[in-house]
């Protein structure tokens, strides 16, 4: 198993049956490798609340997630988080949950997130792509990785050590004292244990990249 798949786990205390109002109980734990400093990375989280909600949801069908919305309340930090899920409708063609995570505090539950998705059924054989052509940008071995023994401050970036990212040089200027004032960056992201992307992957991956660069004037 993956890294992040084994972070996606869960163990039901009560399942939530995939019925309008339905609710259940999951536990997971966050580890220590996915860590910005002290804190858990967010899209861990979404990942997490996503995995988890997409499970229920494949009981009618709906595994596949459409849209999700997040409200972060509270940093998460490693160690066991509850996830309470319940279901808020369950149509034909998709359906909608919410979910809670949770984690125990000095005077109580501590709510960290709450996600809410839309999920469906994905037809893969015919992918319908409405978004823009991807980005021209150099190969992977002429960027610029991103790596924790970069500085200090990098090396509190846990997960760096799970992901391999290579920034364009043409948008990096900020780094060095030469912003381009374009407002853009541009990346390449893999795991570095070689796990290939899917939907579960997606919350992580795009906000594990702005994390990483939004601090990656201090990396170099």
Known sequence: MAE???ALAVVWDAVAPAVPGGTGVARGHLGEGWLIGHAANGGGLMALATSTASEVLAGVGHRDPLTRRAHFLSAAVPGPVDLDVEVLRVGRGM???????????????IERVRVTGTFSTVDRTEPAHRAPEPPSMPDPESCVPARRDSSPVASAIVMLDRLDVRVDPATIGFAVGRPS?????????RMRDGREPDAALLPYAVDALLQSLGRYDRLI
Not at 95 to 101: E, F, G, I, M, N
């Open 4 to 6: 992040f798949d084994d």
């Open 95 to 109: 359906s909608t949950a919410s979910l809670r995570v949770v984690q125990a505090g000095e005077e109580g539950p």
């Open 181 to 189: 004032q374009r407002g853009v960056i541009r990346a390449w992201l």
